[in-house]
């Protein structure tokens, strides 16, 4: 076998990019789905306008995925984090998906996700390093129908 030549790239070039996405839909209407990945960002300003918190997140099939949830140190504490994810919630409840994933480390935020009404789903323990366990979660839509990722 020939050896495989593997480069990385910080930023994937367009034309690698674009023929990365034509390949999965293909393979995606193949079996009747579609990924529609959106990636977005919500960001939460104080009173006087300066950034208080950011909820980077994607939509793909039938699942919005929150990527990372940040609020600054001197707003903690505030309810801008539950603010952003009920934000979250409002803007895609009704819109035909099932739930909202996200994952944590044991040193972050497992109790404030719950807090939240998020489900733990699993948790993936390090015993190396058990500050970075990971708690995945997830919390579901009260969809009647259920139509993103069906073509």
């Known amino acids: 076998m020939q050896p495989h030549a593997i480069t990385r790239f910080d930023t994937l070039p367009q034309t690698v990019s674009s023929l990365v996405e034509s390949g999965h839909r293909t393979y995606e209407r193949s079996h009747g789905v579609r990924c529609d990945y959106t990636p977005f960002s919500l960001v939460l300003r104080d009173e006087a306008g ?4 950011v909820l980077s997140a994607y939509t793909a099939y039938a699942e919005v995925y929150v990527d990372d949830l940040w609020v600054a140190e001197e707003a903690r504490g505030k309810g801008f984090g539950k603010a952003l994810l009920t934000a979250l ?9 099932n739930n909202i994933n996200l994952v944590t480390s044991a040193f972050q935020a497992v109790a404030f996700y719950k807090a939240c009404g998020f489900e733990v789903e699993f948790v993936r323990e390090n015993p190396m390093n058990p500050k970075l366990s990971k708690t995945f979660f997830i919390k579901y839509f009260d969809e009647a129908e259920q139509n993103r990722g069906i073509l």
């Open 50 to 53: 300066a950034i208080a918190g």
């Open 89 to 97: 919630e409002r803007q895609f409840a009704g819109q035909g998906f």
